[in-house]
């Protein structure tokens, strides 16, 4: 039977190889590919990851192959991110709790919430695609929370990459304010590939330093004792796989994260590098 996949990509710019490596592993299989946006705009790659000249600061390299590069392209030419799910009018927003009538708003709020879990029935995996773009409007997204707790109370694939895997980070339930990756192995962008200057999002002219937090520290402890951050820096890939998790550190990790997702649906897959 095929399988469907529902694919969250930022408004501010993806990497393209993050988002093209996993789904041509999915259509390779068959795969129905669903895309959703925070707002439902159209996502577009950032302009550094469609350039194989592009030289990554802190590898001092290009990180993006020529063919890399045109599959980017080809793909930012196509019209299937043209109409993606609008997150902000699927999931609901929690209400303020200085808000009139806020009893009856939050009941309200978590029977949209069951309303999203019968939605979601028919997907088997959910991918947050990476970049620097999931900094701005995935990272801290009360709505995108909702969607991943929503397919980790049904048991389904939750799967990251890059500054992606903060939401993982930050998606909790509002009873206990644990993160969910708590006890759990993970890998994401690591603090030696962190930018000193330039990090960029697209749809606005702020331009940055580093990035606004140091990714790898907040996995760390978001892990705790019993779970563990894998930077595996040194190493030409690291992915993580700690079921109901998939995680990709970063661009040259995004066709295996995109395997080790089929492996899991497939082979039933529950552990892997670590």
Same mark, same amino acid.
Request: proline fraction near 7%; charge should be negative.
């Given at each position: 039977?095929?399988?469907?996949?529902?694919?969250? $990509?930022?408004?501010?710019?993806?990497?393209?190889?993050?988002?093209?490596?996993? $789904?041509?592993?999915?259509?390779?299989?068959?795969?129905?590919?669903?895309?959703?946006?925070?707002?439902?705009?159209?996502?577009?790659?950032?302009?550094?990851?469609?350039?194989?000249?592009?030289?990554?600061?802190?590898?001092?390299?290009? $990180?993006?192959?020529?063919?890399?590069?045109?599959?980017?392209?080809?793909?930012?030419?196509?019209?299937?991110?043209?109409?993606?799910?609008?997150?902000?009018?699927?999931?609901?927003?929690?209400?303020?709790?200085?808000?009139?009538?806020?009893?009856?708003?939050?009941?309200?709020?978590?029977?949209?919430?069951?309303?999203?879990?019968?939605?979601?029935?028919?997907?088997?995996?959910?991918?947050?695609?990476?970049?620097?773009?999931?900094?701005?409007?995935?990272?801290?997204?009360?709505?995108?929370?909702?969607?991943?707790?929503?397919?980790?109370?049904?048991?389904?694939?939750?799967?990251?990459?890059?500054?992606?895997?903060?939401?993982?980070?930050?998606?909790?339930?509002?009873?206990?304010?644990?993160?969910?990756?708590?006890?759990?192995?993970?890998?994401?962008?690591?603090?030696?590939?962190?930018?000193?200057?330039?990090?960029?999002?697209?749809?606005?002219?702020?331009?940055?330093?580093?990035?606004?937090?140091?990714?790898?520290?907040?996995?760390?402890?978001?892990?705790?004792?019993?779970?563990?951050?894998?930077?595996?820096?040194?190493?030409?890939?690291?992915?993580?796989?700690?079921?109901?998790? $998939?995680?990709?550190?970063?661009?040259?990790?995004?066709?295996?994260?995109?395997?080790?997702?089929?492996?899991?649906?497939?082979?039933?897959?529950?552990?892997?590098?670590?």
């Amino acid at each position: 039977m095929s399988k469907r996949i529902l694919v969250v $990509v930022s408004e501010h710019g993806y990497w393209a190889e993050e988002l093209i490596g996993p $789904v041509s592993q999915f259509d390779d299989r068959g795969y129905e590919v669903v895309f959703a946006t925070p707002t439902g705009k159209r996502a577009h790659a950032l302009p550094p990851s469609l350039d194989e000249n592009f030289i990554d600061p802190p590898l001092g390299r290009s $990180v993006t192959s020529a063919e890399n590069a045109k599959l980017g392209r080809e793909f930012e030419a196509s019209t299937r991110l043209d109409n993606p799910l609008d997150l902000s009018s699927w999931l609901p927003e929690r209400p303020y709790t200085s808000d009139a009538g806020y009893l009856p708003a939050l009941e309200q709020y978590h029977r949209d919430l069951d309303r999203v879990a019968e939605d979601i029935a028919g997907y088997d995996a959910l991918l947050i695609v990476g970049g620097s773009g999931p900094i701005v409007d995935l990272a801290n997204n009360e709505r995108a929370h909702g969607l991943i707790l929503a397919f980790l109370r049904a048991d389904k694939v939750v799967a990251a990459e890059c500054y992606g895997v903060a939401c993982l980070a930050f998606a909790r339930d509002w009873s206990d304010r644990k993160s969910i990756i708590w006890g759990k192995h993970v890998t994401g962008h690591c603090k030696e590939y962190d930018y000193k200057d330039g990090t960029g999002f697209l749809g606005t002219d702020f331009v940055m330093g580093p990035p606004p937090y140091p990714l790898e520290y907040i996995l760390r402890d978001a892990t705790g004792p019993d779970g563990a951050y894998h930077g595996n820096f040194g190493k030409p890939v690291s992915v993580i796989v700690d079921y109901p998790f $998939v995680t990709g550190r970063s661009t040259p990790d995004s066709y295996l994260t995109g395997q080790k997702i089929v492996e899991v649906l497939e082979s039933g897959l529950i552990r892997y590098g670590w």
